[in-house]
């Protein structure tokens, strides 16, 4: 099993709990890594809103109605981040009573 989170993505995360949000892997990613499967990309939902990860990654690109934000880190390449840590957490809640 995959069990390593790559190190930019770790970053990401340190970033935003160091700021005093929360950040957590979801995703595609999450479901490729139980299936053993090298996940293509990651994603990470945090509590951030928009406009504070624009000022926590001032190199980042927002230009979207769905709260997306695009950062970039070196090597360059942009990495999504969504802000909508309640709708995860809403939706977790109501699998945790099925």
């Known amino acids: 099993m995959i069990k390593k989170i790559p190190q930019y993505v770790i970053e990401i995360i340190q970033k935003l709990e160091t700021a005093g949000f929360e950040g957590f892997v979801v995703g595609g990613c999450v479901r490729d890594i139980l299936l053993d499967k090298m996940p293509k990309d990651w ?15 001032p190199d980042s ?3 979207n109605e769905f709260g997306t934000v695009g950062i970039k880190l070196r090597p360059i390449r942009i990495y999504e981040l969504n802000p909508n ?6 939706n977790q809640e109501k699998l945790s009573m099925l």
Do not use: I, W
């Open 43 to 57: 994603d990470v939902a945090t509590s951030a809103k928009p406009e504070e990860l624009l000022k926590l990654f």
């Open 61 to 63: 690109v927002y230009e």
């Open 85 to 90: 840590l309640r709708n995860l957490r809403m």
